[in-house]
């Protein structure tokens, strides 16, 4: 019995990996997956050598079976996949074909409308060329209708202005010897009127400089006082010793409004005296100014000789 079960084992194996064989290839052509069960009982002990051999025999027939169904499939598959190809190229060939037809007669309809609109411009044109000679024939008429109304018009004109030129020139000519007449009156009286202005003007003059004299003199006054009470101010601010005795410093100090030193300088003199000076108008930093313009006027940039006194 274990000789016969060895050789059997042997066939099913190769009849197993025959049939794993083809279902893989089948497989690979259709990428359809499809899965081929094969089953084969296991002999039993009880079986005897043919019965095992019998039932091998009959697998294999199912399986070349199965094998054939499958073939013809995959060819059924094959033919159909084809003539589906075959049916895609000939509609696209007559879509093609189709399309170029349509091309074409886009082609005609848009060559047929390009003629038909020349000769519509062309008709519209000559119309438009026909109305622009009426409009001009007509204009024409009108202009010399017109122009013999303005020569009518200029010839009446020409007649009232010869009329109203002789009435002019008769009303000038009185209008001229009354307006020399009131020339000649007003002249006089302009003159008389600029004579007596003169003379007021003159008074005005006289008393305005008088005026402006005598403030003048009061604004000097008034400078005068104030430029003594800056001197006063910066000797009560200047340290001296003796070797001061008998110099002088000229300095030129700028005021603002209220006062307040905005800048001094020295205009000459002797240096250490200068030195001195200078230092006596920064520490005062205010001076005295009068809240008068005209005054402030003199003494918002004056010059001053300072000289110690002992």
Not at 39 to 65: G, R, Y
Not at 153 to 162: M, N
Not at 166 to 183: D, F, V, Y
């Amino acid at each position: 019995m274990q000789q016969f079960k060895t050789p059997l084992i042997i066939s099913l194996i190769l009849h197993v990996a025959l049939v794993a064989a083809l279902v893989g290839a089948s497989f690979l052509r259709s990428n359809a997956p499809e899965v081929l069960k094969v089953t084969l009982n296991a002999p039993s002990p009880e079986e005897t050598p043919e019965e095992i051999v019998s039932a091998v025999a009959v697998d294999q027939k199912e399986v070349n079976k199965r094998i054939e169904d499958m073939r013809k499939q995959e060819e059924a598959k094959k033919r159909a996949e084809q003539e589906r190809i075959r049916e895609l190229e000939r509609r696209a060939a007559q879509a093609k074909r189709d399309s170029a037809a349509e091309a074409e007669r886009i082609k005609k309809l848009e060559q047929q409308r390009k003629a038909k609109e020349q000769e519509r411009k062309k008709a519209e044109a000559e119309a438009n060329k026909a109305r622009e000679q009426q409009r001009k024939e007509r204009e024409k008429a009108k202009q010399a209708q017109l122009e013999k109304e303005k020569a009518e018009k200029a010839a009446k004109a020409a007649a009232e202005k010869r009329r109203k030129e002789e009435e002019a020139a008769k009303k000038a000519e009185e209008e001229r010897k009354r307006k020399e007449a009131e020339a000649a009156r007003k002249a006089e009286e302009a003159r008389q009127k600029a004579i007596a202005e003169q003379m007021m003007q003159e008074q005005l003059a006289a008393e305005q400089a008088a005026r402006a004299k005598a403030r003048q003199q009061q604004v000097m006054t008034e400078v005068d006082k104030y430029k003594a009470l800056i001197a006063s101010r910066i000797q009560q601010n200047l340290l001296i010793d003796e070797s001061y005795r008998g110099k002088e410093c000229r300095l030129n100090i700028k005021l603002a409004f209220n006062g307040l030193v905005t800048s001094v300088n020295s205009l000459g003199g002797d240096k250490q005296m200068c030195d001195a000076a200078v230092r006596a108008v920064r520490r005062v930093d205010t001076l005295p100014v009068s809240k008068e313009r005209d005054v402030y006027e003199e003494l918002k940039n004056i010059n001053l000789t300072v000289r110690p006194e002992f």
